[in-house]
């Protein structure tokens, strides 16, 4: 593979930086809400059994902060990188926390990783938005905001062509284009030229010799 066959690839890897920012920032927002809430929630009444403030439980371990983790990770690729390859594998690994998220409790029994407690609610509503905010509903929103993210970035728009156009690899744009075999004798440098001298009428009715141009012989 030749260098300018790799330089055009690399070129085509790049994207803007904003590409996949706010997508990325609001995914890392919400991964540290879903690693974090289990822990800090009790200190408002608003938790999952063991309702004490920095309880660790296996199930909350695996259920909670690993896929919190998991989209912080996959949030902050998608925040901080220039390359496409690199920042669709944040998105999918967003994509994986959110998954996890909404179907993590229903698959932990039966692989054996602990259950994440019963919500402490007094009301149905108190229960519902427990459910919402902890689980199902998080790694929804996370879902959709990394499937969007993976849509914007395996579009190639205009803007990234004026991207990739700014910012050239100063190399390719040193090195000069081939010279084509089949030039025309008078388009080579190194053609022999002498000048064409054309007469116009001075200010006083005479005539002098000007040179305007060159052309080849």
């Known amino acids: ?79 901080v990188s220039r390359n496409r390859a690199t920042a669709m594998l944040g998105s999918w ?38 459910e919402l905010t902890y689980f199902s509903g998080l790694g929804a929103l996370i879902i959709f905001l990394a499937a969007l993210a993976a849509g914007r970035l395996s579009v190639r728009t205009a803007r990234d062509i004026a991207y990739r156009e700014a910012h050239r690899d100063p190399q390719a744009v040193a090195d000069p284009a081939p010279v084509a075999t089949d030039a025309r004798p008078w388009e080579n440098s190194d053609a022999v030229t002498e000048p064409v001298r054309r007469r116009r009428p001075s200010l006083f009715g005479r005539r002098r010799r000007e040179t305007h141009n060159t052309l080849p012989v």
């Open 1 to 79: 593979m030749d260098d300018t066959t790799t330089r055009t690839r690399r070129g085509t890897m790049q994207i803007p930086r904003s590409r996949g920012a706010v997508s990325g920032l609001l995914i890392v927002a919400l991964g540290v809400w879903g690693a974090l809430v289990p822990f800090v929630g009790p200190f408002f009444d608003f938790a999952f059994s063991p309702d004490r403030p920095w309880a660790w439980t296996t199930g909350r371990g695996w259920l909670q902060v690993l896929p919190g983790l998991v989209a912080i990770v996959g949030g902050l690729l998608l925040f």
């Open 93 to 130: 690994m967003a994509l994986a926390a959110g998954a996890w998220f909404v179907v993590g409790r229903a698959v932990a029994g039966p692989l054996g990783l602990g259950s994440a407690g019963e919500p402490v609610a007094a009301t149905e509503a108190q229960r519902v938005w427990l």
